[in-house]
C-alpha cells in the first residue's frame, strides 16, 4: 500500500499506535517519554501539546523493522532486498496544485519555538532542536536537489543555527557561499517514512536524486509545489514547511545538543534566516530523539543496507548486515557464507575504505542471527581469538560527532572475524523445524513472541 503522507501512514497502524492523551510538554518531557518506548514497542502520537493546543507530535516512527517494512509495503524478511531494488531506480517527483502543507500561512517576524512544539531533548541542550526537519535546496553551481537531514538550533527572531557537516548541502552552501550569496533552502516536516529514509541515504554528486528515491520507495511520485518565499520544491503534503536562507559568511555558536553518541556536541555553525512557515491547520510535528532506537533502526536501514549493496558489488556471499542498535551505527555485524580467513580480511578492508562513520565490524558465518545480540556474543566467544583473527588500522579519518576521536579527527578501526573453524565441532545446535514452529504458535496463541 502506497502512503501518500504521514496521515494516511499512522491511520493504518491500529494498535501499533500509541496515543498519549495525558498533557506533555515539548521541553525535555516528551522525550523522556520516547526514551522509555521498549526497544521494538509502537509509534506514540502525543495528542495534548502543552503550550500547543490543536497541534499533535509523533515519535518512535520507524523504530521497528516492522513499521519500517509496513511503509514500504513489504515483509521484514525482504526489507532489505525490497530497499536495495527500489532505490536503484527512481519515480521522479510531480508538480501539483493540490498543497495541504500550505493551508496556514506566516511570514514577517516569527518565533519558531511558539509557533511549532520542537523538543528540547536532554537537560544539558542548549535549547530547543528540530532532529526530524528534511532540508532541501539546490546546488547554484550546477542546479542539481539536494536532501537531507541536518539538526537544527531553534534561535529566535527567525534566526536557527544549522549543522551542515555531511555533503551534499554542506558542498551546495559553500558554492553560494563562494559567490556572497544565500543559499535558499525549505524544510519539510512531518513526512511519511519512506521520504525520511531517503533523506539519510548517502549519495555521491553522480548517485540518483533522492526525492526520486523516495517516489521509488513509497512506490508513488511525491507530490511537489512551490515554496512561497525561497526558490524549492516542497512535499504537498508535509505537515509543515519552514523557508529561509542559509546566510553567506555567518556563523555562530550551535549546541550544546545531546547527540546520537550520548554525549553533547558543539559548533560554531551556518545560520539560517526565517522567512516563512506554511502548515496543516491541524499538523503533525515529527519528533527524533536522538540515542533511541527510533535513530538505530533509521540509520540501519539507509547507511545499513546501502553499505550492504556497496559490498555486494565487491564481493561475493555476503549475506546480510546490520548496524548494532546503540551503537550510533559505529558498528557493524556482517553475515558471510563460506567464508575464508582471507576473504574476511579484505571484507574488513572494503567496510573500512567505504563508511568512514564504522570502526567497529565483527564477521561471523550466515548461521549466526545478526540481529540477535545473544547470537554475536555466542560466535565472538567461541569462534574467535583474539591474537589471531583481529584486525586493526590506526590513522584512519574519524566521524565528526565522535568525542574519542579528539580535537585532530583521526581515529582506529578495528575487524574481528568470529567466523567459524572447518571442522564438525563448529555445527550449531539446532531444533527441529516442526519442533520450532509448533513452539512458536503456540507461544503466539499465548500472547508470547518467540526468542
Not at 514547511?241 to 550551535?254: C, K, N, S, T, Y
Amino acid at each position: 500500500m502506497t502512503y501518500p503522507d504521514l496521515r494516511g501512514f499512522l491511520a493504518d497502524l491500529g494498535n501499533d499506535l500509541l496515543k498519549v492523551s495525558q498533557p506533555f510538554a515539548p521541553k525535555h518531557e516528551m522525550a523522556a517519554l520516547l526514551r522509555e518506548m521498549p526497544a521494538n514497542g509502537p509509534a506514540v502520537l502525543f495528542v495534548n501539546v502543552a503550550g500547543h493546543p490543536g497541534a499533535r507530535v509523533v515519535g518512535n516512527l520507524v523504530a521497528s523493522r516492522r513499521r519500517v517494512a509496513k511503509a514500504l509495503d513489504t515483509t521484514e524478511a525482504e526489507l532489505n532486498a525490497t530497499y536495495l531494488q527500489r532505490t536503484r531506480q527512481g519515480i521522479a517527483p510531480r508538480q501539483c496544485d493540490d498543497a495541504p502543507v500550505k493551508e496556514v500561512r506566516h511570514t514577517g517576524s516569527l518565533d519558531i519555538a511558539g509557533l511549532l512544539p520542537v523538543l528540547t531533548h536532554y537537560a544539558g541542550d542548549g535549547g530547543p532542536f528540530i532532529t526530524t526537519g528534511v532540508v532541501l535546496c539546490s546546488d547554484p553551481a550546477t542546479g542539481r536537489r539536494g536532501m537531507g537531514i541536518h539538526r537544527m538550533m531553534v534561535k529566535g527572531d527567525n534566526r536557527m543555527g544549522i549543522l551542515l557537516a555531511n555533503p551534499p548541502l554542506s558542498a551546495f552552501h559553500a558554492n553560494a557561499e563562494a559567490n556572497g550569496k544565500p543559499l535558499d533552502i525549505a524544510v519539510a516536516l512531518g513526512v511519511e517514512p519512506a521520504l525520511l529514509i531517503a533523506a539519510v541515504v548517502k549519495a555521491g554528486p553522480q548517485g540518483p536524486d533522492k526525492m526520486d528515491m523516495a517516489g521509488a520507495l513509497r512506490g508513488a511520485p511525491v507530490d511537489l509545489v512551490r515554496a512561497e518565499t525561497v526558490a524549492v520544491d516542497v512535499p504537498a503534503r508535509a505537515e509543515i514547511i519552514i523557508e529561509g536562507r542559509v546566510l553567506p559568511g555567518v556563523r555562530e555558536a550551535e549546541g550544546p545538543f545531546g547527540e546520537n553518541t550520548g554525549y553533547y556536541f558543539s559548533n560554531i555553525s551556518p545560520v539560517v534566516e526565517v522567512t516563512a512557515v506554511t502548515h496543516r491547520r491541524d499538523f503533525i510535528y515529527g519528533a527524533l530523539c536522538p540515542w533511541t532506537s527510533d535513530v538505530d533502526s533509521l540509520l540501519s536501514l539507509a547507511a545499513g543496507t546501502e553499505l550492504l549493496g556497496q559490498l555486494r558489488t565487491q564481493m561475493a556471499g555476503i549475506a546480510d548486515l546490520d548496524l548494532t542498535t546503540g551503537t550510533c551505527g559505529f558498528t557493524a555485524v556482517i553475515a558471510l557464507s563460506k567464508a575464508k580467513p582471507t576473504d574476511v580480511r579484505r571484507l574488513i578492508h572494503l567496510v573500512f575504505g567505504m563508511d568512514k562513520r564504522v570502526k567497529l565490524v565483527t564477521v561471523v558465518d550466515d548461521d549466526v542471527d545478526i540481529r540477535n545480540p545473544r547470537e554475536i556474543s555466542w560466535a565472538l566467544a567461541t569462534r574467535f581469538q583474539p591474537d589471531r583473527d583481529t584486525v586493526i588500522l590506526c590513522g584512519m579519518e574519524g566521524y565528526v560527532i565522535d568525542p574519542s576521536c579528539g580535537g585532530g579527527g583521526f581515529g582506529s578501526r578495528m575487524g574481528m572475524d568470529a567466523t567459524r573453524g572447518s571442522g564438525p565441532e563448529f555445527d550449531k545446535i539446532t531444533i527441529p523445524a516442526a519442533a520450532a514452529a509448533k513452539a512458536k504458535a503456540v507461544l503466539a496463541e499465548l500472547g508470547f513472541v518467540a526468542g
